[in-house]
């Protein structure tokens, strides 16, 4: 039995070492896998711009079946960032047996300008490490290309003339394309620009060249010049524009880099009445093409507005207020002109006399000085000669006009006389007649007046804004026929209703009345300029009194 047992120990053992042998035959040594194992990593192209990507292509092959192969592994941070694409796998036979080809592929996105060295790359099979270095990639800027073979340096860039516009207003957008030494090619380089689809756009000119030195080196240079006028307020980023470069087989993209911009919003403080939209800087001129000529002729004025900015926003003037005349709406000349707007009015005077067409105004927000200006046109006389048709009316009519100016003055002295007799039976006892049915004399409106003539001059600025209210005190009493005192805002605005002064007129008091209680405090005097127009401010609403209680 123990004989039997040792043969069978034996056996075993025998079994064992011949399992250990097979299993080194059929497991191969590194040395042979590294000789049938091959691994690669390719980029293409290798130059390349900020705005580009290259493409990272790994594989791994042999001529044995590829089995257990791990997924390539590498970091190209912060220099690339890497998205991969696809894997492939490809079937071959070799020598009677089929193989295997991995294949990987990545995009590469760069971060940054300049020469990069890329790191390595490992793969693994079977637990065995193999490495590729995908070598070196050059990534230029966005804006500039370096053409290897002839040294030119190609470049591109855009500005704006303002960052902080206020809308409507004109800004210039400019282009380059600048370059060292012509491309190698027939073709023509494509230029791209923004779309601007928040501006009005204004092509100023054709493409201008020339040269440039910048940063010691000489550039040729091609230009586009655009102007915009911006139609929203807030911040809006103008599109970055693109350049392609036709370079042989491998074409390249040149492109600028966005610009924001602020727009800001027409201030309301200081807006004019009669402001319509125009921005820029404007002038107005009047002319007619008839100086005389008869009643309901008509002649033709022409509103000439010239300066610089956007024409868009100009609108014609309104002409309501031109006494004497018939003025119809406007019609606008095409004179297909940038800098230059014209409007034609029709004009009917409708009485015989000379008549004048008056000062015409246009205003405008002028973005240099930040602030609401108004241009005006010179007044023009004009001479209107009455019909002959006209003129004979008149003298068949002379009897009956003569009758009626003997008529009217009786008719009138016999009215006031009525209403005096009626007012005295209806106010019997009262001596003093009540602000409804006060009439202040003509002497005592002259004499108010004169007084006011003479501050214009002969006044220091603290004596003005003390005698502007005291005469209008003097003023309202003699209406109301109660001795001069000093009257206080709110009895004046009693007076002022019991009279029937129209609101206008009484917001006009208000404000004199303020402004002089302002300036007589103010650490700064009155200027002639301002002088003048208080005292015809005041002379003005006085006038106006004296005809609406006269009437």
Known sequence: MKKIGNLQSLQSK??????????????????????????????????????????????????????????????????????PLQTKTTPRLVEDKVAVK?????????????????????????????????????????????????????????????????????????????????????????????????????????????????????YHYQESLIRIYPQNTGKILIQSSRLDLPIKSNPKILTTESIPINVQPLPELGKPSDYSGAVGEYNITAQVDRTRLGVRKALTLT????????????????LTSLNGFRVDP??????????????????????????KIPTINFSYFNPKKQTYQTTNTTPIPITVLPNPTDVEK????????????????????????????????????????????????????????EE????KENTGSTSLVEEVPRLFNKFLCNIQGVPQRKLNITEILDVCQQLSIPTQIVDEIVDILKKCEHHRFAPVPLSGEERNTLVTRTTSVIKHIDESKST
């Open 303 to 318: 509103l000439i507005i010239t300066g610089s900015g956007n024409f868009n926003t100009v609108n014609p003037p309104r």
């Open 394 to 449: 008149i003298n068949t009519d002379t009897y009956s006009w003569l009758l009626w100016l003997i008529l009217i003055p009786l008719l009138t002295v016999l009215g006031y006389g009525g209403y005096l007799i009626y007012r005295s039976k209806l106010n019997p006892n009262n001596g003093n007649p009540s602000p409804d049915d006060a009439v202040i004399s003509s002497g005592q409106v002259k004499e108010v007046l």
């Open 14 to 83: 025998i079994i064992y070492c011949i399992l250990i042998f097979s299993v080194i035959l059929i497991l191969p040594t590194p040395e042979v896998l590294s000789n049938d194992v091959k691994v690669a990593a390719v980029v293409t192209p290798r130059q390349i711009q900020l705005n580009e990507k290259a493409k990272l292509e790994l594989s791994i092959s042999g001529n044995t079946l590829i089995e257990d192969i791990g997924t390539p592994k590498f970091n190209f941070l912060p220099d690339f960032l890497v998205v």
């Open 102 to 218: 991995m294949a990987w592929a990545y995009e590469l996105i760069p971060q940054k300008i300049g020469e990069v060295v890329l790191s390595d790359v490992s793969f693994s099979y079977q637990g065995v490490p193999y490495v590729a270095n995908p070598g070196k990639i050059i990534v230029g800027a966005a804006d500039t290309y370096n053409h290897p073979s002839t040294g030119g340096i190609h470049k591109v860039e855009a500005t704006i003339s303002k960052k902080n516009p206020y809308v409507n207003e004109a800004i210039e957008y400019r282009f380059r394309y600048l370059y060292t030494t012509i491309l190698p090619t027939k073709e023509s380089t494509v230029t791209t620009l923004p779309k601007f689809q928040d501006f009005i756009i204004e092509e100023l000119s054709d493409e201008k060249t020339g040269t440039v030195n910048l940063r010691g080196d000489t």
């Open 452 to 455: 006011l003539d003479s501050l």
């Open 330 to 355: 406007p019609n606008h000349v095409n004179n297909n002109t940038t800098n230059n707007a014209q409007y034609t009015y029709v004009v009917i005077p409708l009485k015989a006399g000379i008549l």
